[in-house]
């Protein structure tokens, strides 16, 4: 069976771990792109078809969760997994109100982290495959009127 890798941006202001999470999830088949502030994540989105953002929540300027409701305003089908440090959990659990698919503690196990990304890819495509079907009916619809 053939993966077709999920299109993954991370995003995180401390740029060792964002070399390091990208090199594995490389490793695991992922396609990364990655970015170091919640500004240039909005500006990345702008012109890539982006499956799942891996956001940190603590990061100077626009932090996680004021990206994450830009995120989900500006472009709803990308799937968002919170990151946070083991003093936060509380903001990571306020991201998963405001729509993000899940959180994980810093440092992020490999494996519960390609879990989720699995998990946020296969939302995703459900949720737009429901959107597809939906458009289906409406046409079906309009085109028995006519």
């Not at 995003?11 to 999830?25: G, I, T």
């Not at 953002?53 to 472009?75: N, Q, T, Y």
């Not at 003093?87 to 982290?113: H, Q, T, W």
């Amino acid at each position: 069976m053939i993966k077709i890798p999920t299109k993954v941006l991370v995003v995180d202001d401390e740029k060792d771990f964002v070399e390091m999470l990208s090199l594995r999830l490389k490793e695991m088949g992922e396609q990364v792109d990655a970015v170091y502030n919640g500004q240039d994540c909005l500006t990345k989105l702008e012109g890539n078809d982006i499956d799942v953002v891996i956001l940190d929540i603590k990061m100077p300027g626009m932090d996680g969760i004021e990206a994450l409701r830009e995120i989900k305003r500006r472009f709803p089908m990308v799937e968002v997994i919170m990151l946070t440090g083991h003093g936060s959990a509380e903001s990571a659990v306020e991201g998963m109100k405001l729509g993000a698919f899940d959180y994980l503690l810093k440092p992020a196990d490999i494996d519960s982290l390609t879990e989720k990304v699995n998990g946020a890819r296969k939302r995703k495509e459900e949720h737009e495959e429901r959107i597809r079907k939906a458009e289906v009916r409406l046409l079906l619809r309009k085109v028995g009127e006519v």
